[in-house]
C-alpha cells in the first residue's frame, strides 16, 4: 500500500511529461488524464454488470428512443408497399461509428431476409464494403433465406463524394425505394441524398454525429436520430448486454462531466476554495486548481 | 482458436499504438533510479512498421476492387438491368488505371535519368568528410577563442547591469522588509532583504547574501589573500563616506520606526503620517546614494583587473571566480535603488492607512450612539406597556368579579374545556414569562452593547429572538386572561370544581364581555409588538445599511490593495521568469564554452599527436570506390554530352526555320512556334546542364588526383565546384524531362479526363446543392406546430442578422443572430459533442478489448 502511494504520483508526474499525453490532454496535465480515465472507466463496469445479470437471466433496462423505434415503422411500411430500402453509412470508414451503425445495418438486413424484401447498401469505401457484404450476407444466412440474398445489392458507386451522392439518387429514382436509412458520416452530400429520397416519397430516418449535417436531415427526413444516440441504436436493437451496459455506462460518464462542469461553474463563479486568502480573486491560486489546471506558459 | 488468434491481434495492435502514441521519441537524460535509462525508443522504429500496417491494409484495397471488377463484370456479361453503368464504370476505372500507371512510370523513368548524379553526392559527402576530420588547428582559433571571451564577458556585464532594476513588491512586503529594517538597525538579526541582494538566481555563485556590499571585502572573504583596493583614485575614501551616509539615513529610519512602535503599531494619528514623510524624504537620499554607488562601480570597471576568461568560467560550479568588485558595487547600488522603491512604496500604504482608518473608527462611533438611543427606547416602551397591561387588567378585574359570581350553574361540558383551559394555563403562563424575560434580555443586550463595544449582530441577534417570542403573542394573551381568572379564584377561595363549574358559565355566557377585557391588553401587546417590530427593523436597516458601509469600505480597502498586490506578484512572476530563462542562458553558454574548450584541446592535442595521416590512412580505399563511381558519372556525361550536342545544333536549326517563318508570315502568336519555342528553351537549358555536368567530372578527376597527392585543401575546393555543377546538372535535367513529360500526350489525355470530366461534373453535383437547401428550406419553415413557429423565428433572426438589409432595417439583428448562435445553438451542438465522444470512447475501448460483438465476430464464435 506505501509502494503504491509512494509510485502513483511518481507514474502520474512522469505520465504528464510524456509527449503523448501532452498532446492528448492538450497540456493540460493531470486533471484530464484523470477525466479521461473517469470517462473510460463507467462503461466498462457497466459490461461487466450487464454480461452479469444477463447470465441470471436479467435484462438491463435503456430508455426508449423515438427514432430508432421508427426504424420498424419505416420497415413495416416498406412491406406494405412491396418496394426496396436503401441504407447508407456516407463516409463513414472503418471505426468506431461504423461498427455502431452496423448494428443497425445487421438489424434491417435481418428483417429484409424474414419478409424477403431488397435492401440496397450502396458503398464509397472498400474496406467497408468487405465488412459489410459478410455482415449482410451472413444475416440473410441466420433468417434461412440465402437464396435471398443478392450479390450485387451491396454495391460500390465510387469514392468520390458526390459521385457516390450522384449514384445514390440514380438508384432512388431508378428502384423507387420506400425507406431511406442515413446513418454515418457525412459532408456536404448529405442533402443531396436526402433529398433524393424524400423526391420519391420515401420515409427516411437518418442518424448521424456530425453537426453541420444535423440540420440538413432534421429538415428533410422524417426521424432524426443526433449524436451519441447513433451509437445507442444498436444496443436498442440487438439486446446484446455488452452494448447494453456500455450505454448505461456512457450515461453515467456524461453524468460525471455534467458534475465537473456544474463544479468549473460553481468554483468559476464563488471561489470557494480559495486556498490563499483572498490576496488573489483568481481561482487558479487554490492549490487544487493548479494540480487539475496549469497555468499555461 | 481463429477468434482467440484475431482478439489477441486486435489487442496487440491496440496496445502498440497506445505504447508508440504516450511514449516519447526520446526521454531526458536523468530520466531513471541512476539516470542512465534512455527509455524505449519505439519512435525510431515507429515509420517502418506504419508502412507495413499500411502495406497490409492496402491488400484490402486491392481485394476490394477484384470484388468490383467481379460483381460489375458480371453484370456486363450477363446483360442484366443497368449494365451500361457497369460497363461505364469499369471503363472509367481502368482508363484511369492506365494513365495513372503510365504517368507513374514517367516519373520512374525521370528518376532514372536524374538519380545517378547522386553518387556523386555521396561521394562527395565521404571526401570533405575525412578532409574536415584531418583539418589541422587553425592558428587564428585561439584568437577567435580570445575574442569570443571578451564578448561573452561584456554580454555578461550588461546583463548583469539589466538585472539591477528594482523588482516590484507588495505593500505588505513592504511593511514587512521596513519592521524587519528597524530590527537589524536596533542589532537584532539579520540584515533586512532590500539591503541586501535576494539570494536569487541573478547572484554570481559564491556571493554571501549578508555581506554588507558598500565594505571592501575582509581576508575572510578572499580565502586569506590580502583583500584588494578600488582601483579609482579617492574611490576607497568616497565608498567609506557613502557608507556612513546610509548608516545615518538608516538610523533616522530607526527612529522613526521606534516612535511608531512606542505608539503600539499602526494607529490613526500624525505617526503614521509622519512615518510616510520619513520615508518619503529617505527613498531620494538613498535612491541619490545609489547613483552615486554606481557611478563608482562604472569608474571601477573601466579600470578592471579581472581575467578575461571570468564570464567562460562563471558558471561551473564550485571553482566559481569570486564576485569582482565592481561586481559588488553594481549590486550595492542595485540594493539601495530598490530599498529607496519600497521606501516609497510603504509611504503609500501609510498614507492610504491614515485616511481609511479614522473613516471607518467614525462609522463605529455613529452606530453604537445609535444602539444606545435604540436600547433606550426599547426600554422606555416595555415599561409602558407593563404598566399599560396591569392597569388594563385591573380595570377588566372586577367585571370578572361580578360575572364569576352570577355563573354557579353551567353544562358539564362547558365546565370541561373550562378545566382544559386551566390545565394549559401552566404552559402558557411560561410562555408568557419568556416573552418578558425575552424583552428583558434584548434590553440589557441592547443597553450593554451600546454601551460598550459596538457588536450590531449580537444586538440584532437579541431582538430577533425577542421577537420570535413575542409572536406568539396571541396565545400569551389569552393566558393572561386565564391566568387573571384563576388568581380571581383563589382570591375568592373557592373549590377547584366550583370554580370551573362558575367560570364555565361565565365564559359561555359573556363570550363579548371576555373579548372586551382582553382586547385592552392585546392592543398594548399588539402595539409593543409592532413598536419593537419596529425598532428590530430599524435597527436591522441600520445594521445592515453600517454593514454595507463597513463592507463596501472594507471591500473597497481590499480591491486596492489586492489590485495592488496582484500586479505586483505578477510582476514577480515575470521578473522571476525572466530570471530562469537568464539562467537557462547562462548554463547553456558554460555548457557551450565548456564543449569549445573541449574540442579546442582536443584538436590541439590531435594536431600535435598525430597529423593528418591518421584520415588519410583511410582514403585509399574509399578512393579506389570513387573512382569507378567518377568513371561512371563521367561515362554518362560523355555520352550525355553528345546527345545534347545534337539536340542543339537542331534546336538551332529548328529556331532558325521558326524565325524565318515567323518573319515571313508574321505569325508571332502560332501556338506550334511558341510550343517549339519553348521546347528549344528547355533543351537548351539540358545542354547547358550537361556541359556542367562534363565539368563538374572533370573537377572531381582533380579532387581525386589532388588526394592522390595529399593536397587536401585543393581536393576540397574541387570537390566543392564539382558538388555545385552537379546538383545544377540535376535541376536542369530535372525540369527538361518534367518539360517534356508535361507536353505528354498522355498527360494531356489525364487532364482532360481528370478537370474536364471529374472536377467538372462534381461542380454540377455540388451546385444541385442550392436548389435542394432553397426546398428543403421551404418545407422546413411552413409553419404547423409551435416548434415549427420556434424555428421560424430563430430562422429569420439568423438570416436578417446576416445580411445588410437585417442591419439596415434594425441594428441589432446582427447582434441577436449572435445571440441565438452563441446562446442557443452552441451549447446544444457542445451537449451532442460531448454525448458522441464519450459514446465513441467507449466504442472504441469495446473494439480494442473485443469486448464488441457486433456482426463482426458472429460467424467466429459460431465456428468455435
Keep these: ?297 | 482458436m481463429r477468434k482467440r488468434l484475431i482478439i489477441a491481434v486486435t489487442f496487440l495492435g491496440g496496445l502498440y499504438f497506445i505504447i508508440e502514441f504516450l511514449l516519447p521519441e526520446h526521454f531526458p537524460s536523468g530520466f531513471g533510479r541512476d539516470g542512465a535509462w534512455r527509455g524505449i525508443l519505439i519512435g525510431e522504429y515507429h515509420e517502418e512498421i506504419l508502412m507495413g500496417v499500411q502495406t497490409v491494409g492496402m491488400a484490402a484495397i486491392g481485394l476490394g476492387l477484384i470484388n468490383i471488377f467481379r460483381v460489375f463484370g458480371v453484370n456486363v456479361l450477363k446483360q442484366r438491368k443497368g449494365w451500361p453503368f457497369s460497363l461505364t464504370l469499369i471503363a472509367a476505372m481502368l482508363a484511369m488505371m492506365t494513365l495513372t500507371f503510365w504517368l507513374w512510370f514517367q516519373d520512374l523513368d525521370l528518376q532514372h535519368e536524374v538519380g545517378p548524379l547522386g553518387v556523386q553526392r555521396e561521394f562527395q559527402a565521404r571526401i570533405l568528410g575525412a578532409v574536415g576530420r584531418a583539418q589541422p588547428p587553425d592558428p587564428q582559433a585561439a584568437q577567435r577563442l580570445q575574442r569570443t571571451r571578451d564578448a561573452a564577458l561584456l554580454r555578461y556585464l550588461s546583463d548583469k547591469r539589466k538585472a539591477v532594476s528594482p523588482p516590484a513588491v507588495s505593500t505588505g512586503e513592504a511593511a514587512a522588509q521596513l519592521s524587519g529594517l528597524a530590527g537589524f538597525l536596533e542589532g537584532k538579526g539579520a540584515a533586512p532583504p532590500f539591503f541586501q541582494v535576494a539570494d536569487g538566481p541573478e547572484n554570481p555563485p559564491g556571493f554571501a547574501a549578508a555581506q554588507d556590499l558598500l565594505a571592501l571585502p575582509k581576508e575572510a572573504e578572499t580565502g586569506g589573500t590580502p583583500p584588494p583596493g578600488l582601483n579609482t583614485p579617492g574611490a576607497d575614501a568616497r565608498l567609506s563616506q557613502l557608507a556612513r551616509q546610509r548608516d545615518e539615513l538608516t538610523g533616522r529610519l530607526l527612529k522613526s520606526s521606534e516612535t511608531l512602535k512606542a505608539q503600539g503599531g499602526i494607529e490613526v494619528g500624525p505617526v503614521v503620517t509622519e512615518q510616510a514623510a520619513d520615508c518619503r524624504e529617505v527613498a531620494p537620499e538613498f535612491r541619490k546614494l545609489a547613483q552615486e554607488v554606481r557611478g563608482l562601480a562604472d569608474a571601477e570597471y573601466a579600470v578592471r583587473a579581472e581575467p578575461p576568461d571570468f564570464a567562460l568560467r562563471y558558471g561551473q560550479g564550485p571553482v566559481a571566480p569570486p564576485l569582482p568588485l565592481y561586481g559588488r558595487l553594481y549590486l550595492a547600488a542595485r540594493a539601495l535603488s530598490h530599498s529607496a522603491t519600497l521606501l516609497g512604496k510603504y509611504a503609500n500604504v501609510l498614507d492610504q492607512a491614515a485616511v481609511e482608518i479614522p473613516a471607518a473608527k467614525d462609522n463605529e462611533q455613529v452606530l453604537s450612539n445609535w444602539l444606545e438611543a435604540k436600547a433606550q427606547r426599547t426600554e422606555a416602551l416595555r415599561q409602558e406597556w407593563q404598566q399599560g397591561a396591569a392597569g388594563d387588567l385591573e380595570r377588566a378585574m372586577p367585571a370578572v368579579k361580578a360575572k364569576l359570581a352570577g355563573a354557579s350553574t353551567r353544562p358539564d361540558s362547558v365546565r370541561r374545556r373550562m378545566s382544559d383551559d386551566l390545565q394549559n394555563a401552566g404552559t402558557l403562563g411560561s410562555a408568557y414569562s419568556q416573552v418578558l424575560v425575552h424583552l428583558d434580555k434584548a434590553g440589557a443586550v441592547l443597553a450593554s452593547r451600546a454601551g460598550t463595544a459596538m457588536n450590531p449582530r449580537a444586538a440584532a441577534e437579541a431582538i430577533a429572538r425577542a421577537l420570535a417570542a413575542i409572536r406568539n403573542q396571541e396565545d400569551a394573551l389569552r393566558l393572561l386572561a386565564v391566568r387573571g381568572l384563576e388568581q380571581d379564584l383563589n382570591y375568592l377561595d373557592l373549590a377547584p370544581e366550583d370554580a370551573g363549574k362558575i367560570v364555565s358559565a361565565e365564559l359561555s355566557a359573556q363570550a363579548d364581555a371576555k373579548e372586551g377585557a382582553i382586547g385592552r391588553p392585546a392592543e398594548v401587546l399588539g402595539n409593543v409588538a409592532a413598536a419593537a417590530k419596529q425598532v428590530a427593523d430599524e435597527l436591522n436597516a441600520r445594521r445592515q445599511q453600517m454593514q454595507a458601509e463597513l463592507d463596501a469600505s472594507v471591500r473597497g480597502l481590499r480591491k486596492t490593495w489586492r489590485e495592488k498586490t496582484s500586479a505586483e506578484l505578477r510582476k514577480l512572476r515575470d521578473e522571476e521568469d525572466a530570471r530562469k530563462r537568464e539562467i537557462g542562458t547562462l548554463q547553456t553558454r558554460a555548457i557551450v564554452a565548456a564543449e569549445a574548450q573541449k574540442m579546442a584541446a582536443d584538436a590541439a592535442a590531435r594536431a600535435a599527436a598525430v597529423p593528418e595521416v591518421d584520415a588519410l590512412a583511410k582514403l585509399p580505399a574509399e578512393l579506389a570506390a570513387s573512382k569507378s563511381e567518377i568513371a561512371a558519372v563521367s561515362a554518362v556525361a560523355q555520352a550525355r554530352k553528345t546527345v545534347a550536342g545534337g539536340y542543339l545544333r537542331l534546336l538551332q536549326g529548328a529556331a532558325k526555320i521558326a524565325e524565318r517563318f515567323e518573319s515571313k508570315h508574321d505569325m508571332k502568336d502560332l501556338r506550334p512556334l511558341t510550343v517549339a519555342r519553348d521546347g528549344m528553351r528547355a533543351l537548351s537549358g539540358a545542354v547547358q546542364s550537361d556541359s556542367l555536368l562534363h565539368s563538374a567530372a572533370s573537377d572531381s578527376r582533380v579532387a581525386v588526383q589532388a588526394l592522390g597527392l595529399q593536397d587536401l585543401p585543393a581536393a576540397r575546393k574541387a570537390m566543392e565546384s564539382s558538388f555545385q555543377q552537379i546538383a545544377q546538372t540535376q535541376e536542369g535535367l530535372k525540369d527538361a524531362l518534367q518539360e517534356r513529360a508535361n507536353r505528354a500526350a498522355v498527360k494531356g489525355l489525364y487532364k482532360c479526363l481528370f478537370d474536364g470530366l471529374y472536377v467538372a461534373l462534381g461542380a454540377a453535383m455540388f451546385s444541385l446543392l442550392a436548389f435542394y437547401i432553397a426546398s428543403a428550406a421551404y418545407r422546413a419553415f411552413r409553419v404547423k406546430s409551435a416548434e415549427a413557429l420556434l424555428m421560424m423565428i430563430a430562422a429569420l433572426l439568423v438570416m436578417l442578422g446576416q445580411i445588410p438589409f437585417g442591419a439596415y432595417l434594425w441594428s441589432s439583428f446582427p447582434q441577436a443572430r449572435l445571440w441565438v448562435l452563441q446562446v442557443f445553438s452552441t451549447p446544444a451542438f457542445r451537449g451532442i459533442a460531448l454525448g458522441a465522444a464519450v459514446a465513441g470512447l467507449a466504442m472504441a475501448m469495446r473494439m480494442w478489448l473485443s469486448l464488441e460483438t457486433s456482426a463482426f465476430y458472429r460467424e467466429e464464435e459460431e465456428g468455435a
Design chain 1, 1 to 297: 500500500m506505501t509502494w503504491a502511494v509512494h509510485t502513483f504520483p511518481c507514474v502520474l508526474a512522469a505520465a504528464e511529461s510524456m509527449p503523448g499525453v501532452q498532446h492528448a490532454t492538450q497540456g493540460e496535465g493531470q486533471g484530464m488524464l484523470l477525466i479521461t480515465a473517469l470517462m473510460i472507466a463507467p462503461p466498462l463496469i457497466m459490461i461487466a454488470i450487464a454480461r452479469r445479470w444477463k447470465r441470471r437471466g436479467k435484462d438491463m433496462y435503456i430508455r426508449r428512443i423515438p427514432g430508432i423505434d421508427a426504424i420498424e415503422e419505416a420497415v413495416g411500411r416498406t412491406v406494405e408497399m412491396g418496394r426496396p430500402m436503401m441504407f447508407t453509412f456516407g463516409m463513414a470508414g472503418i471505426g468506431p461509428l461504423f461498427f455502431a451503425c452496423l448494428g443497425v445495418l445487421t438489424h434491417l438486413s435481418r428483417m429484409a431476409a424474414r419478409y424477403t424484401m431488397r435492401l440496397f447498401v450502396p458503398q464509397r469505401d472498400v474496406e467497408v464494403m468487405a465488412i459489410t457484404q459478410n455482415a449482410v450476407r451472413e444475416c440473410y444466412q441466420e433468417e434461412g433465406r440465402p437464396e435471398s440474398y443478392r450479390e450485387d445489392d451491396v454495391r460500390f458507386l465510387s469514392g468520390e463524394q458526390f459521385a457516390f451522392a450522384s449514384g445514390y439518387m440514380g438508384i432512388c429514382h431508378r428502384e423507387k425505394v420506400a425507406a431511406c436509412f442515413l446513418f454515418g458520416s457525412f459532408a456536404a452530400e448529405s442533402l443531396i441524398l436526402a433529398e433524393a429520397g424524400q423526391q420519391v416519397g420515401a420515409i427516411q430516418v437518418a442518424g448521424t454525429v456530425d453537426n453541420a449535417q444535423i440540420p440538413f436531415f432534421i429538415t428533410t427526413c422524417d426521424y432524426t436520430i443526433i449524436g451519441e444516440e447513433v451509437f445507442a441504436a444498436g444496443a436498442y436493437l440487438s439486446r446484446d448486454p455488452v452494448q447494453r451496459g456500455s450505454l448505461r455506462g456512457q450515461d453515467i460518464a456524461k453524468l460525471l462531466l455534467l458534475i465537473f462542469i456544474l463544479i468549473g461553474i460553481f468554483t468559476v463563479t464563488f471561489n470557494p476554495l480559495d486556498m490563499t486568502g483572498g490576496a488573489d480573486w483568481s481561482p487558479y491560486r487554490s492549490d487544487w486548481a493548479q494540480w487539475l489546471l496549469p497555468p499555461r506558459g
